[in-house]
């Protein structure tokens, strides 16, 4: 451990010694998601922490999230030590309250009475802490988690033995907490094979259970079910929505295909059902970067019915769907509380299958098979398939390829131009700069060929002048710009504006 001082502190402002960068750990929270942590007991502690909250509260994402930083604008801050952390500070802006819900807030408390002081959360209500001992004072910063207050002996230069104690009783060796999760803490554990245990859950023959557990595995991790509960819950309502994973696309084919609700018939693992949920699904995986077009299910129906779609179908439906009036409102409250017929209700309405009918197993039995597993289950959420292209690195190099992506995508630059502004400081990541660069000379480039009587791009620049507003009102800005640049060509070389009507 090499400690340092900073701002002239030996110690932050929770207690714990500042340490330079060799003294932290990288631990990885999820798959690409990954912080900088001092090694020791803030390793097992916020580590495992961190693992919950985004398991049990909010997916996290490595762009806005960090832990040790070498500097900081507060002189007494934690970060510089590696002993605290920000979490979605797109989502929890600084000095802001409130930005979680009433169902986020409840977890919370019980993740920090179960972490019993050694995790502090600078979210709370500080007037209300008791000062006598030191603590966070202000402001407001809901983002913001950290060891907590006591935990460190600096008389003695060690952690507190009674913070020893906790990581022995409730953190894993896993680097999980057990936390909603069960197991022992210090307990390896065991190893067990992925596919044999996927087959005894779901009641299936092994070889179908190998061939279909890559997407069983994303299906989980894209539901947030990473707990015994949870994976329990999914394999049992999945199951019987897919007619035990054999399913992809609904076996009614209605009329052919002639109206919506048979062009768009139930497929994936959960069936989706709907040009509203092709969409919808289609926006997700979006968002995740997992196809290019947002549209792509909307316009090749079919294509949803391939395997590689039908455990993130499911994960889809099973984190969009909210239904207020029931009991638990989500999936994942239903799962955690162990409610079948809750869950039953969010994705079928009703009970239809809930009980075993003509010696087929119902999503009771399901759920109570898989869940008789218990840890064995986690076994599933780990799993990545033998193409894996992270799998095939060693850490060393997945550490080189994260590092890669952050210059590329989360560090801000500034400009190079000799005619950038005076004081401008950084303007964007290299990925934004390079975006931004397209948008610029395709700009220029529109005017040279328009200048030359380029047709295509004359065309495009009269469709865009003549845009109608009110069916894409995102555009004002180059509909004006559009306009100029035809009257700035009609100026220089009117002739080649011939027939061309913006």
Same mark, same amino acid.
């Given at each position: 451990?090499?400690?340092?001082?900073?701002?002239?502190?030996?110690?932050?402002?929770?207690?714990?010694?500042?340490?330079?960068?060799?003294?932290?750990?990288?631990?990885?929270?999820?798959?690409?998601?990954?912080?900088?942590?001092?090694?020791?007991?803030?390793?097992?502690?916020?580590?495992?922490?961190?693992?919950?909250?985004?398991?049990?509260?909010?997916?996290?994402?490595?762009?806005?999230?960090?832990?040790?930083?070498?500097?900081?604008?507060?002189?007494?801050?934690?970060?510089?030590?590696?002993?605290?952390?920000?979490?979605?500070?797109?989502?929890?802006?600084?000095?802001?309250?409130?930005?979680?819900?009433?169902?986020?807030?409840?977890?919370?408390?019980?993740?920090?009475?179960?972490?019993?002081?050694?995790?502090?959360?600078?979210?709370?209500?500080?007037?209300?802490?008791?000062?006598?001992?030191?603590?966070?004072?202000?402001?407001?910063?809901?983002?913001?988690?950290?060891?907590?207050?006591?935990?460190?002996?600096?008389?003695?230069?060690?952690?507190?033995?009674?913070?020893?104690?906790?990581?022995?009783?409730?953190?894993?060796?896993?680097?999980?907490?057990?936390?909603?999760?069960?197991?022992?803490?210090?307990?390896?554990?065991?190893?067990?094979?992925?596919?044999?245990?996927?087959?005894?859950?779901?009641?299936?023959?092994?070889?179908?259970?190998?061939?279909?557990?890559?997407?069983?595995?994303?299906?989980?991790?894209?539901?947030?079910?990473?707990?015994?509960?949870?994976?329990?819950?999914?394999?049992?309502?999945?199951?019987?929505?897919?007619?035990?994973?054999?399913?992809?696309?609904?076996?009614?084919?209605?009329?052919?295909?002639?109206?919506?609700?048979?062009?768009?018939?139930?497929?994936?693992?959960?069936?989706?059902?709907?040009?509203?949920?092709?969409?919808?699904?289609?926006?997700?995986?979006?968002?995740?970067?997992?196809?290019?077009?947002?549209?792509?299910?909307?316009?090749?129906?079919?294509?949803?019915?391939?395997?590689?779609?039908?455990?993130?179908?499911?994960?889809?439906?099973?984190?969009?769907?909210?239904?207020?009036?029931?009991?638990?409102?989500?999936?994942?409250?239903?799962?955690?509380?162990?409610?079948?017929?809750?869950?039953?209700?969010?994705?079928?309405?009703?009970?239809?299958?809930?009980?075993?009918?003509?010696?087929?197993?119902?999503?009771?039995?399901?759920?109570?098979?898989?869940?008789?597993?218990?840890?064995?289950?986690?076994? !599933?959420?780990?799993?990545?398939? %033998?193409?894996?292209?992270?799998?095939? #690195? +060693?850490? /060393?190099?997945?550490?080189? @390829? $994260?590092?890669?992506?952050?210059?590329?995508?989360?560090?801000?630059?500034?400009?190079?131009?000799?005619?950038?502004? !005076?004081?401008?400081?950084?303007? %964007?990541?290299?990925?934004?700069?390079? #975006? +931004?660069? /397209?948008?610029?000379?395709? @700009? $220029?480039?529109?005017?040279?060929?328009?200048?030359?009587?380029?047709?295509?791009?004359?065309?495009?620049?009269?469709? !865009?002048?003549?845009?109608?507003?009110?069916?894409?009102?995102?555009?004002?800005?180059?509909?004006?710009?559009?306009?100029?640049? $035809?009257?700035?060509?009609?100026?220089?070389?009117?002739?080649?504006?011939?027939?061309?009507?913006?």
């Amino acid at each position: 451990m090499a400690f340092r001082t900073f701002s002239g502190r030996r110690f932050s402002e929770n207690g714990w010694p500042y340490v330079d960068e060799g003294s932290c750990k990288w631990f990885q929270v999820a798959p690409g998601v990954s912080m900088q942590i001092q090694e020791g007991a803030p390793y097992e502690v916020l580590g495992a922490f961190a693992r919950d909250y985004h398991e049990f509260v909010e997916p996290i994402f490595d762009p806005d999230c960090c832990c040790w930083t070498p500097g900081n604008s507060v002189p007494s801050s934690n970060h510089p030590g590696g002993t605290a952390y920000d979490l979605r500070w797109q989502s929890h802006p600084f000095q802001k309250r409130g930005s979680f819900t009433t169902a986020q807030l409840r977890t919370i408390q019980e993740l920090l009475d179960w972490y019993e002081g050694t995790v502090f959360w600078a979210g709370i209500d500080w007037k209300k802490l008791d000062r006598s001992q030191g603590g966070w004072g202000s402001p407001i910063d809901e983002m913001h988690w950290q060891m907590g207050y006591g935990t460190y002996d600096q008389a003695a230069g060690r952690v507190q033995p009674w913070v020893s104690d906790f990581i022995a009783r409730k953190i894993r060796t896993d680097g999980f907490s057990t936390f909603r999760r069960g197991g022992t803490g210090g307990a390896p554990t065991p190893s067990v094979d992925a596919a044999a245990v996927l087959a005894k859950a779901a009641g299936i023959p092994i070889a179908k259970a190998t061939e279909i557990l890559p997407e069983v595995a994303a299906g989980l991790r894209g539901s947030q079910c990473t707990s015994v509960l949870r994976i329990a819950m999914w394999l049992a309502q999945v199951g019987h929505e897919s007619d035990n994973f054999e399913a992809t696309e609904e076996y009614d084919k209605g009329d052919g295909g002639v109206t919506e609700r048979w062009i768009y018939l139930g497929r994936t693992w959960i069936q989706l059902t709907w040009k509203s949920a092709y969409a919808g699904f289609g926006k997700w995986c979006c968002d995740r970067g997992l196809v290019t077009d947002p549209n792509v299910f909307v316009n090749n129906p079919r294509s949803l019915a391939g395997l590689q779609w039908a455990g993130l179908g499911a994960a889809y439906y099973w984190t969009e769907t909210v239904r207020t009036q029931r009991k638990y409102h989500t999936l994942n409250e239903a799962s955690d509380a162990g409610d079948v017929l809750v869950a039953t209700q969010i994705i079928n309405g009703g009970t239809n299958g809930l009980e075993d009918t003509n010696g087929r197993p119902g999503r009771r039995t399901r759920y109570n098979r898989a869940l008789a597993l218990g840890d064995q289950l986690l076994t !599933l959420t780990t799993q990545s398939g %033998d193409d894996d292209f992270m799998s095939a #690195l +060693n850490a /060393d190099e997945q550490r080189e @390829v $994260l590092n890669l992506l952050r210059v590329l995508a989360k560090i801000p630059y500034p400009s190079r131009s000799p005619l950038r502004r !005076l004081g401008e400081g950084n303007i %964007d990541t290299i990925a934004g700069i390079g #975006l +931004n660069e /397209d948008g610029n000379v395709h @700009v $220029l480039v529109s005017i040279l060929l328009g200048l030359v009587g380029d047709p295509n791009t004359l065309d495009d620049l009269a469709e !865009l002048a003549d845009a109608d507003l009110t069916k894409f009102p995102d555009r004002a800005g180059g509909k004006a710009l559009a306009h100029r640049i $035809l009257v700035f060509i009609a100026t220089i070389n009117p002739t080649v504006l011939q027939g061309v009507t913006a």
